[in-house]
């Protein structure tokens, strides 16, 4: 399975110029738990971790902290064709729970542990479809 198969193309950004308080605020409405930041592209990723780790570390209200002191970067990503496996490989490598998809520089998805959990079922049928496939292989 590809990723383009499991991504959710709703991606909720926010712009690398806004400040924390715009990000929960459009997190909060859209029911995610992080936000790509963009300036001219994808830039960076504010998840819920960051605003706290934001918030506990500056003491001072949402309002007066800038997205771009809070979120993620250098941004990890993946192409749309990479396999869900190799995807959530990179996930548990850099150790990160959302993986922003982009093409060309262009942001296209995201892809979440829940989107992989939620086509575990699939990716098992696949990897032993392919299991029953090589048995079949012949060197000749």
Do not use: C
């Amino acid at each position: 399975m590809l990723v383009e198969e499991a991504m959710s193309t709703d991606v909720v950004t926010v712009d690398v110029d806004a400040n924390l308080h715009e990000a929960v605020e459009r997190m909060l409405r859209e029911r995610v738990g992080s936000a790509v930041v963009e300036d001219d592209g994808p830039t960076g990723i504010v998840t819920e971790t960051d605003v706290l780790m934001a918030g506990y570390r500056a003491e001072r209200p949402f309002a007066d902290i800038a997205v771009a002191k809070a979120m993620s970067s250098p941004l990890v990503t993946v192409d749309p064709t990479t396999t869900v496996r190799t995807a959530a490989e990179k996930m548990r490598e850099e150790r990160v729970k959302k993986l922003p998809v982009a093409e060309n520089f262009e942001l296209v998805g995201i892809l979440t542990t829940a989107d992989v959990v939620a086509n575990q079922s699939e990716l098992l049928q696949e990897a032993g479809s392919f299991a029953r496939e090589r048995g079949t292989w012949s060197m000749d």
